[in-house]
């Protein structure tokens, strides 16, 4: 073996607990003020950590986002719920996403953002394109090939996965997820969220049954 072969790669490994406080202050602060309204200096201020840090484990504002918003969405839907070989059956798992999603869409992150995305939506922010390519697009790609998975297998009839896995969200969200973001209600009960993804559930496997 050469000694340039032998050489260990350039620079440090990046630091994950540096990464995670990065992640944990981004979150909040974009929450809070939206893409236009925080800086990666005030990222790096709340992480404890110096911007040049800040920029060796993202490439940009932009990125930063997309990433919070995607492991925002892990926290509540993993990966592993879309796993079409999963030995749950389809009713359960259909479930187990409803309720992540919902838990997601109805956290006080996820409102602060749909509401500041729905007064920026005029003004050629790109906010909600941003957030949409990390988040509600890969939900809908993910759910889509369950849905065609599932479809394969007999258990249900779909000709349009994508279309149904957008019916599928868009239920969940209904007239609970309407209540809390303009305001007419604080919060929705545990209890009524549940029942609300069990109806649903049933309505999406009676639409699509094979």
Do not use: W
């Not at 969940?172 to 209540?179: A, D, F, N, S, T």
């Amino acid at each position: 073996m050469s000694s340039r072969s032998a050489r260990p790669p350039r620079g440090r490994p990046k630091d994950p607990d540096k990464r995670a406080a990065i992640m944990a202050a981004a979150k909040q602060l974009f929450s809070k003020h939206g893409l236009d309204g925080v800086s990666m200096d005030a990222v790096a201020a709340k992480a404890g950590v110096s911007k040049l840090t800040v920029y060796s484990h993202f490439q940009g504002k932009d990125d930063l986002f997309q990433t919070a918003v995607a492991e925002k969405c892990q926290e509540h839907q993993p990966p592993d719920f879309f796993d079409a070989h999963s030995p749950l059956p389809l009713r359960e798992r259909l479930r187990a996403i409803g309720r992540g999603f919902v838990a997601l869409v109805m956290s006080p992150e996820a409102l602060n953002l749909y509401r500041m995305m729905a007064a920026h939506a005029g003004s050629g922010s790109k906010l909600g394109r941003l957030f949409f390519e990390a988040g509600p697009e890969k939900n809908l790609e993910r759910f889509s090939a369950l849905l065609r998975h599932a479809h394969a297998a007999g258990e249900l009839k779909v000709r349009d996965p994508l279309r149904a896995a957008g019916h599928f969200f868009v239920l969940l969200q209904g007239v609970p997820h309407m209540r809390v973001v303009v305001g007419e209600s604080k919060a929705i009960p545990p209890k009524e969220l549940e029942a609300h993804v069990d109806d649903v559930v049933d309505v999406f496997l009676r639409a699509y049954k094979s």
